[in-house]
């Protein structure tokens, strides 16, 4: 009994300080123009404000955005649209595959949705009204997603 506490308390320290660590490697790995980038700012306090659980990931979303030739809006919003900004099943927050597919961690996930959206047949060389039709069929769904979108851009401005 005692031995099954000690791990879960060293596995909920670990859960704690996740985040902390999570912004520190972000900003060792991303290149120097990137750090000093008022998008990451912007999309740092729009997390902050709206889904706090995200702010620790935004330097990941820019960097993915940046390597995938995306509007940097387009990953933070998808995420805001498809868990809330909440959700972490299989660290899945992009809803990828209906949220079945299993990422090796929340950063991977978005690297990994980034990528793809890139690179697929599916949505390669193609506008964002596109790329939304592809990635959900609802035709309301764009419309959710470009709002936040631009809200996003406008976030302390």
Wanted: glycine share 8%; hydrophobic share 40%; aromatic share 8%.
């Amino acid at each position: 009994m005692r031995k099954l506490f000690s791990n879960g308390l060293a596995l909920f320290a670990g859960v704690v300080s996740t985040p902390v660590a999570t912004i520190s490697l972000e900003l060792r790995h991303l290149p120097g123009e990137l750090r000093q980038d008022p998008r990451l700012d912007r999309l740092r306090r729009f997390f902050r404000k709206a889904a706090p659980k995200l702010e620790s990931y935004s330097a990941t979303f820019i960097a993915a955005s940046e390597e995938n030739c995306l509007d940097w809006t387009l990953l933070p919003s998808l995420t805001i649209i498809e868990s809330g900004g909440n959700g972490n099943r299989n660290n899945n927050l992009l809803g990828w595959n209906n949220g079945k597919t299993p990422f090796l961690s929340v950063a991977h996930g978005i690297q990994s949705v980034g990528r793809r959206l890139a690179i697929s047949p599916i949505y390669r060389n193609k506008n964002i009204d596109q790329i939304l039709a592809s990635y959900n069929t609802d035709p309301n769904y764009a419309v959710a997603v470009k709002r936040v979108m631009r809200r996003m851009r406008a976030y302390g401005k």
